[in-house]
């Protein structure tokens, strides 16, 4: 691609914005250095702490019945560690508003939230792979901040999982302690009633066929109280999970939902009927018939479904991603799963025990109410007996709770600080320094417009030649020493003018005789390029004639230092005959003539465009060989344009860092439109960043030459 970047050319712009790069890597890592001398060293406390996660199915376990579950994942207690309750108990416990306050310029700013956004981004909770271990981290400028923060969080995390066992053991005992008055109370009735009935009637034994009976209603009436129980215990641990939930201001799912849906109520009954036709069969066959295992394996199979489908239920209704939240709906679903077999099991032994009180009732009337106070005395025992075991039960397992995490190792403040790492942030501040560098680079050239070399020059001005390079050179204080052709002709410098007038001559198929020399804009050289290529073809035996046609800011007269004020103007308008205002200001140029600008008029345009300016170029060229006109800047006014109408072509001239690529491109533009021959370009103040091919070959020619040149060369070098 004509546009395309090759390796040279990033090379060549590296070589000449080589100060920006350094100096902005200079700055970076200066910038660096200085932030690691003033940067707040901060230090970090390390606290180890080895999780047993929560057991989702620790409610069951303490009420007697496993219902199955899975344990949560480690990400879940470290989600808890970092939770709000906790941080605002650090700030509790360690005082840190007064802290903060007394360290900020407006304590009246500090916050609570303030205080637990700033914690929260102090901590750092982290797992080791593949264990149960997790590490509290805390970052802060004072060490010992950071070390009772990490021992401070620890301890109430440990406190928090401790405070949520204890809710369910402490509803459970509650509960128990509720029901033992009751229940010693109705025994107390019940032993009164058997007593006083006895008395009254006499009679105070039963036969075998009653006996029986009553044993197997002393069963289930105990298996029924046992299991109500448990389904009491299980309405006020659904009841505390609400409770809990309600203050977290997350949704509740009632029991009725759960229990009126269809569904749930076929799975139920369901298990009932099973329940029912595997009693009748225990009592007749062995564990292993296959009946029996038929019929367990059904009942597993719907026990299953039934806390899929709860599960399905709950999931339904919330939406939450709160690991603490999550936890507490996995223990509600255990609940409501629990709560709907332990029904089922009371609905199927009620059923059992209705046939056992049918055959009751078809004994004589005494004896039948004899054995209905016995069996409720028996009843009324075994339930308040059962209560006093569960209360101690509850009590010993309430005493019993800890936390499920173990702090493995309290916290380590490290000795150097964490931030900065001078080592790391130096090396960045370098890597950063250098990719800055590369970037101001380019942006500094891409911003630059300015024309910098032959490619840039290509590109706007396209399928011209670029017919000659003249390299830079200091022009010295003193009259003519701009003609660098004149005063040293053995120069490189007049060498490229030379081969910028024979190129000229070689441009077009006719060799262009009216020859006119512009430039996009002011100081690109035009003046002192058309002055040197005249003086080039009149050394070289040619009749030329340099026509100042700048009447705008005319320099040929002082370059050649001539004096006189009459001139083109005064030949075209005031009729002052030609051979009076052409000069010939250096005696031994012979074929070396000056036609000055004269009186610089009010619309030079005007004088330009006129049929008299064309007819006297008619006139002149049939006298001179070669006529140079210098023309203005294309851009300042129309006139380079029209004049060059009536020449055999422009040559336009351009100067490395001076001429804009916008600017050359409109006046690039405007000759194509006007029609103009263009016959090339020149480019001024070639150097060795711009052209390497002709800087070294400038530097070649004086190599060849006597040391004397040489010395001279580097005198008239740019420094």
């Excluded at 501040?429 to 911003?447: H, T």
């Excluded at 001559?505 to 060799?511: L, Q, W």
């Excluded at 060795?688 to 040391?707: I, L, V």
Aim: aromatic share 8%.
């Amino acid at each position: 691609m004509e546009n395309e970047l090759t390796f040279e050319d990033i090379l060549n712009i590296f070589k000449k914005r080589f100060w920006w790069f350094f100096l902005t890597v200079v700055v970076t890592v200066t910038i660096t250095l200085l932030y690691l001398l003033n940067a707040t060293p901060i230090y970090e406390a390390t606290s180890t702490l080895k999780i047993d996660p929560v057991q989702q199915s620790s409610v069951a376990d303490i009420f007697g019945v496993q219902m199955g579950g899975s344990s949560s994942k480690i990400s879940t207690e470290i989600e808890l560690i970092k939770s709000r309750r906790n941080l605002e108990q650090v700030i509790e416990n360690l005082n840190l508003m007064e802290y903060f306050k007394a360290k900020s310029e407006n304590p009246e700013e500090v916050t609570k939230n303030s205080v637990i956004r700033t914690l929260s981004e102090m901590i750092t909770v982290s797992p080791v792979s593949d264990t149960n271990v997790v590490k509290i981290s805390v970052q802060s400028e004072d060490q010992q901040l950071a070390s009772e923060i990490a021992n401070n969080l620890a301890l109430v995390y440990n406190d928090l999982l401790k405070s949520l066992s204890q809710n369910e053991y402490t509803a459970r005992r509650r509960f128990i302690e509720e029901q033992i008055p009751i229940a010693e109370k109705d025994l107390n009735v019940a032993q009164d009633n058997l007593r006083k009935f006895k008395e009254e009637n006499s009679i105070f034994l039963l036969d075998e066929e009653a006996k029986a009976i009553l044993q197997f209603l002393v069963s289930y009436d105990q298996q029924i109280n046992t299991y109500q129980v448990q389904l009491q215990e299980a309405n006020v641990r659904i009841q505390t999970l609400n409770s809990m939930l309600e203050n977290m201001d997350q949704e509740i799912i009632s029991s009725e939902t759960i229990s009126i849906n269809p569904v749930v109520s076929n799975l139920r009954n369901q298990m009932v009927n099973i329940q029912v036709q595997l009693a009748g069969l225990e009592g007749t066959r062995s564990s292993n018939d296959p009946d029996v295992l038929r019929l367990k394996e059904e009942l597993n199979q719907a026990q299953e479904m039934l806390r899929n489908e709860i599960t399905t239920i709950v999931t339904s209704q919330v939406k939450t991603s709160n690991p603490q939240y999550t936890s507490l709906y996995s223990q509600l679903i255990q609940e409501e799963a629990k709560r709907q077999v332990l029904q089922g099991t009371i609905q199927s032994i009620t059923t059992i025990r209705n046939n056992y009180q049918n055959q009751l009732n078809q004994l004589p009337a005494l004896e039948q109410r004899l054995m209905d106070f016995e069996r409720e005395v028996k009843v009324k025992e075994n339930l308040y007996v059962l209560l006093l075991e569960k209360l101690e039960e509850a009590k010993i397992a309430e005493a019993g709770v800890i936390g499920t995490a173990n702090i493995i190792d309290s916290a380590f403040v490290s000795p150097n600080p964490v931030k900065p790492n001078k080592t790391l942030t130096a090396a960045i501040g370098g890597v950063l320094g250098i990719f800055l560098g590369i970037l101001v680079i380019f942006l500094v050239e891409y911003m630059d417009k300015k024309i910098k070399d032959e490619k840039e020059l290509k590109s706007v001005v396209k399928d011209k030649p670029i017919l000659g390079r003249i390299p830079h050179f200091r022009i010295e204080k003193g009259l003519m020493n701009e003609l660098i052709v004149l005063r040293d002709p053995v120069s490189p410098i007049s060498e490229a003018y030379k081969m910028l007038a024979t190129n000229i001559n070689f441009s077009d198929t006719k060799e262009p005789n009216v020859i006119s020399f512009s430039s996009s804009g002011p100081a690109e050289g035009k003046t002192i390029t058309a002055t040197n290529v005249a003086i080039s073809y009149a050394q070289s035996g040619k009749k030329t004639l340099l026509m100042d046609a700048d009447m705008r800011r005319p320099r040929v007269e002082k370059i050649l230092g001539i004096k006189t004020k009459d001139g083109l103007v005064n030949h075209l308008l005031r009729h002052m005959p030609i051979e009076q205002v052409i000069q010939k200001p250096i005696e031994e140029l012979e074929n070396f003539s000056v036609l000055p600008v004269g009186v610089l008029p009010p619309n030079p345009t005007t004088i330009l465009t006129s049929n008299e300016f064309k007819d006297l170029l008619d006139r002149l060229k049939e006298y001179y060989e070669k006529i140079v006109i210098d023309l203005p800047p294309i851009m300042v006014a129309p006139d380079a344009v029209i004049a060059s109408r009536y020449t055999d072509g422009l040559v336009l001239v351009t100067r490395y860092g001076q001429t804009m690529r916008p600017t050359l491109k409109s006046a690039y533009e405007n000759i194509l439109t006007s029609g103009t021959n263009i016959i090339g370009t020149v480019i001024n103040d070639v150097d060795e960043k711009s052209s390497n091919y002709y800087y070294y070959y400038y530097y070649y020619y004086y190599s060849e030459n006597s040391d004397e040149s040489k010395k001279k060369e580097k005198k008239s070098k740019n420094p």
